[in-house]
Antibody
Framework: QVQLQESGPGLVKPSETLSLTCTVSGGSISSYYWSWIRQPPGKGLEWIGYIYYSGSTNYNPSLKSRVTISVDTSKNQFSLKLSSVTAADTAVYYC?????????????????WGKGTTVTVSS | QSALTQPASVSGSPGQSITISCTGTSSDVGGYNYVSWYQQHPGKAPKLMIYEVSNRPSGVSNRFSGSKSGNTASLTISGLQAEDEADYYCSSYTSSSTWVFGGGTKLTVL
């Protein structure tokens, strides 16, 4: 059973870079896309971006200038960097398993989620 | 990209049925059969309830069903139970190869 675990600092100073890692256990990172999603306190979900195990990425246009997602297949991990953070970036950050192809058919959904990690931006 | 539109709240009594709508555009909901629904209890991660408009993952009750007409997708919960009280989010794949979520709907079981 695949499990995801987010890790990283819980407190980041304004203007600095937020860095999180998602570790995939119980399965391979290969053949899937992997997404980051966040949820500000009391608000809804916001998709941040995804990465394919091969390294191709796509980002939310509203965050694109500040986001970088990378993958390390040798460690079964993928990571998020969000630069120039402000208080508006305070949120619970989730990683999730995204779409995949199986037997030539693509399946579009996020079916496995991490428990989330809270990141607060404050000096 | 703009968030999909969901009602802020819905309510129903145990045993009743409720429907939550999710309205987008022809660039997302209307253009693809890649609409998902997620259930989120307080302090928990979202849980996939419906994928690709109307498919249920293994283990999800058949009281949950999904449909789509034009640019609007819907989640119906029949035989409402107290444990269904939660926030529900729709999401859709888009023409820009991104994902977009709805604003979320708080379901109250009276």
């Amino acid at each position: 059973q695949v499990q995801l675990q987010e890790s990283g600092p819980g407190l980041v100073k304004p203007s600095e870079t937020l860095s999180l890692t998602c570790t995939v256990s119980g399965g391979s990172i290969s053949s899937y896309y992997w997404s980051w999603i966040r949820q500000p306190p009391g608000k809804g979900l916001e998709w941040i971006g995804y990465i394919y195990y091969s390294g191709s990425t796509n980002y939310n246009p509203s965050l694109k200038s500040r986001v970088t997602i990378s993958v390390d297949t040798s460690k079964n991990q993928f990571s998020l960097k969000l630069s120039s953070v402000t208080a508006a970036d305070t949120a619970v950050y989730y990683c999730a398993r995204d779409r995949r192809v199986a037997a030539g058919t693509w399946y579009y959904y996020m079916d496995v989620w991490g428990k989330g990690t809270t990141v607060t931006v404050s000096s | 990209q703009s968030a999909l539109t969901q009602p802020a709240s819905v309510s129903g009594s145990p045993g009743q049925s409720i429907t939550i709508s999710c309205t987008g555009t022809s660039s997302d909901v209307g253009g693809y059969n890649y609409v998902s629904w997620y259930q989120q209890h307080p302090g928990k991660a979202p849980k996939l309830m419906i994928y690709e408009v109307s498919n249920r993952p293994s283990g999800v009750s058949n009281r949950f069903s999904g449909s789509k007409s034009g640019n609007t997708a819907s989640l119906t919960i029949s035989g409402l139970q107290a444990e269904d009280e939660a926030d529900y989010y729709c999401s859709s794949y888009t023409s820009s190869s991104t994902w977009v979520f709805g604003g979320g709907t708080k379901l109250t079981v009276l």
